[in-house]
């Protein structure tokens, strides 16, 4: 049935389009906030029409002038102890031209995940080829940052999405997400779920590593992760040292695959004990249940016997939001300072020397901008992220001067 046939259908796309609407608004309103110095007084900023320039991906360099508002903190699920962190669905293209949701992809988007319109954005349809597809087209989030792809037209006639870790955080709910998919035939080919320790106290990744090395067996695999058949082959990547953290790896891609790494080192804190546990589960050999979308954590758990065992050892309680927050603002905030230092450091001491007593002023006239680094986008909210940083920067053994200057 047609959505423009059905009234609830026509109530939701409604209230997707009022949605809508309000994004664009405070999209133009960021917008000319940012660029406001760089524009005539007297040339008005029209509203955003179509699709914003795709800023660096993975750029640790501070660019950016967009703002760390994203959503709420309230706007996150905070009941699990693991988390989404890719997913790939696949489904009827029939189905859903039948439905009537193919007209326009970000409805479709908001009726099957509900990711708001206000965070989520589609880029221009392309005949790119992309996983067997010969049209596809890009998922943005607010900033402008790729988190997803849309391909159609191949592959058995289907219709797939792809989200990455950025994009499932805007999800709320997946519990709600579940039985929509299940309406349009939607199976999973590849799903990624991840636990977090923080402080490290499941071990370190050598340590894992010095385990399963100990449990090789004759034909090359490892005993540690066997669970009937064929022991998995494991694949260590060392940094020797040098702080960019170390990543070990279980099983092969298509599969189904185990990797443990070191998380804050890979964000720029080389002294950071956060460690990431983190499983993915491909539906290429076997059948991906969508239930794992609302309970990542048993799944984590049951795919490796290593992990069952050493995943009891985690309490079952709520897990903190704030604390995920707060050690995500550490670990950039702690890579963000090392790359100022380095970069601008003596640019800056130059400044300081030629102008004295001066020297604030001029760096907040002509050197700073509005906005905060791409790195802090999506974390928390911008009247926040101040707090969350300078916290970061106190506690942090490296920078304790912090603490005589707030004293």
Known sequence: MSRRSSSSDSAVYVDFLERERRADVEKAARLYETRRDRVKPSY?????????GVGPNSNTGQKGEGDCSGIAQDDFDSSRLACVDFLTVVMSRDLLQQCGYLDEFKFLLYLLFNLDPKYISI???????????????????????????????????????????????????????????????????????????????????????????????????????????TPPRTRFLDDHGGGSGCTLYVGQKGHKQLCIYDKGKQLGSPDS????????????????????????FRYLRGSYGYLDSLLSKVVASVSSRIHCVVKHVEASAVAMVR??????????????????????????????????PSRFRRMCSRVQLPMYFRESLVVHPGFSEVSNVAA
């Open 44 to 52: 008005v900023f029209p509203a955003p029409s179509g699709e914003k």
């Open 123 to 229: 880029g221009k349809r392309t005949s790119n080829r992309w996983h067997f597809y010969s049209s596809s087209a890009s998922i943005f989030d607010s900033n402008g940052d790729v988190v997803g792809k849309l391909g159609w037209d191949g592959n058995n006639d289907s219709f797939c999405i792809s989200l990455s870790g950025a994009a499932c955080r805007y999800i709320r709910d997946w519990f709600k997400v579940i039985p929509v998919l299940q309406s349009v035939g939607a199976r999973i080919t590849r799903c990624d779920v991840a636990y977090d320790d923080y402080e490290g106290k499941l071990g370190t990744v050598r340590h894992h590593e010095a385990q399963a090395r100990e449990n090789l067996a004759p034909s090359g695999g490892c005993l540690l992760f066997a669970s009937g058949g």
């Open 273 to 296: 004990s956060w460690v990431r546990y983190e499983v993915r589960f491909y539906g290429k050999h076997a059948i991906v249940p969508l239930d794992i979308l609302a309970d990542p």
């Open 339 to 372: 790359w100022l230092r380095c970069q601008a450091g003596p640019a800056i001491s130059l400044l300081r020397q030629s102008l004295g007593d001066s020297f604030n002023d001029f760096l907040a006239e002509y050197v700073e901008r509005s906005g905060f």
